[in-house]
């Protein structure tokens, strides 16, 4: 009975010190104004300065990975990084794979961009990121789906005549079309909010930054970074 008894004291320290090992955060950079490259090559955007300041309340030391959308949950689950932080949202077919946060977001729209106001989404060629809410809806609505493996690539395709739209989040496209010749045709409500993304065993983990988006909800400064990022969905 000792012997077990120090088994599972070593193990129980074994899993704290984890905790004091760097926690790797995985994102996709390449996502404005949620996460992006600065100029510097270094992670920068709403989600770097979440993400630091979890970091901070949940009294961890972490460092930036960046990966690619379309593999970033299968590089999570195989341990090339310890969470996901990259405007991911909260959707069931994503929870049987991970285990997901509250979130930092809520539910905020998606909407249709082209070059012109005439065009009838509902049949025309959409283009969407891979593997996003986005993709998936335009799949289900009878348009025909183009999709790509990042959003600049999306834009590329309307603007070169590949597709006739594009369905994306609305705070990724807002600066585009201010600044283009693209304008929008309407907006749509998908997913259940943007949160961070854990492995199914990591739960210790995730409570830990559950409990520091929760304290930044309650003091104000979670709507206080969405605002000063110009990112809809505040609480």
């Known amino acids: 009975m000792k012997s077990l008894i120090m088994?599972?004291?070593?193990?129980?320290?074994?899993?704290?010190?984890?905790?004091a090992e760097t926690v790797r955060l995985g994102t996709e950079g390449a996502y404005p104004p949620y996460n992006f490259?600065?100029?510097?090559?270094?992670?920068?955007?709403?989600?770097?300065?979440?993400?630091?300041?979890?970091?901070?309340?949940?009294?961890?030391?972490?460092?930036?990975?960046?990966?690619d959308?379309?593999?970033?949950?299968?590089?999570?689950?195989?341990?090339?990084?310890?969470?996901?932080?990259?405007?991911?949202?909260?959707?069931e077919e994503r929870k049987e794979v991970v285990s997901f946060t509250q979130g930092y977001t809520q539910?905020?729209?998606?909407?249709?961009?082209?070059?012109s106001a005439d065009i009838d989404v509902k049949s025309a060629v959409v283009a969407a990121q891979?593997?996003?809410?986005?993709?998936?809806?335009?799949?289900?609505?009878?348009?025909?789906?183009?999709?790509?493996?990042?959003?600049?690539?999306?834009?590329?395709?309307?603007?070169s005549g590949e597709a006739d739209a594009v369905l994306s989040d609305?705070?990724?496209?807002?600066?585009?079309?201010a600044e283009t010749d693209l304008v929008f045709l309407g907006d749509v409500f998908l997913g259940g909010g943007i949160g961070m993304a854990f492995r199914q065993s990591d739960d210790e983990l995730r409570s830990k930054f559950d409990a520091a988006i929760a304290s930044m909800k309650a003091d104000g400064s979670l709507n206080a970074l969405l605002d000063k990022w110009e990112i809809e969905g505040k609480f």
């Not at 992670?43 to 961890?60: I, N, S, T």
Request: hydrophobic share 45%; net charge negative.
């Open 130 to 159: 891979a593997s996003t809410i986005q993709s998936a809806h335009v799949a289900e609505s009878g348009a025909t789906l183009v999709e790509f493996p990042t959003p600049d690539e999306t834009i590329a395709a309307v603007k």
């Open 37 to 67: 490259l600065n100029d510097n090559g270094e992670v920068d955007g709403f989600e770097r300065e979440l993400g630091d300041e979890l970091c901070k309340r949940a009294e961890l030391t972490c460092e930036w990975v960046t990966n």
């Open 107 to 115: 539910p905020s729209p998606s909407a249709f961009a082209a070059l």
């Open 69 to 91: 959308w379309d593999s970033i949950i299968p590089n999570l689950t195989s341990g090339n990084y310890d969470a996901i932080i990259a405007g991911m949202s909260i959707t």
């Open 170 to 177: 609305k705070d990724f496209l807002n600066p585009i079309v």
């Open 7 to 19: 088994t599972t004291a070593a193990l129980a320290l074994t899993a704290g010190m984890g905790f």
